[in-house]
Nanobody, 126 residues
């Protein structure tokens, strides 16, 4: 059974930092694009960042560019999202996602991802 389990969320003051982790089990994703999405109450799920299978290529939403860094450790089957200079508008549930097809482009639409974690809450206070 494939599972993606996020951790690292929490309550932080504006300007603070958090590092999210996504541990995969049940299969390896070392040849698959992975990404982070987020969903705030009453809003649609939106793209945050994506990372190529080898970690070399990355893509970010304009809203987080320069403040977030996506990375992965394929030996640990784990994806990370380092978030700095957090803002209240970053408050959301953050989801890890993985694509089933191997290699491929960095997609920013939820429909292109096949596996999802349960999410971790990030709350940024002003």
């Amino acid at each position: 059974q494939v599972q993606l389990v996020e951790s690292g969320g929490g309550l932080v003051q504006a300007g603070g930092s958090l590092r999210l982790s996504c541990a995969a089990s049940g299969r390896t994703f070392s040849r698959n694009t992975m990404g982070w999405f987020r969903q705030a109450p009453g809003k649609e799920r939106e793209f945050v960042a994506a990372n190529s299978w080898n970690g070399i290529s990355t893509k970010y939403a304009d809203s987080v560019k320069g403040r977030c860094t996506i990375s992965r450790d394929n030996a640990k089957n784990t994806l990370y999202l380092q978030m700095n200079s957090l803002k209240p508008e970053d408050t959301a549930v953050y989801y890890c996602a993985a694509r089933l097809p191997e290699y491929g482009a960095l997609y920013d639409q939820p429909a292109h991802y096949d596996y999802w974690g349960q999410g971790t809450q990030v709350t940024v206070s002003s």
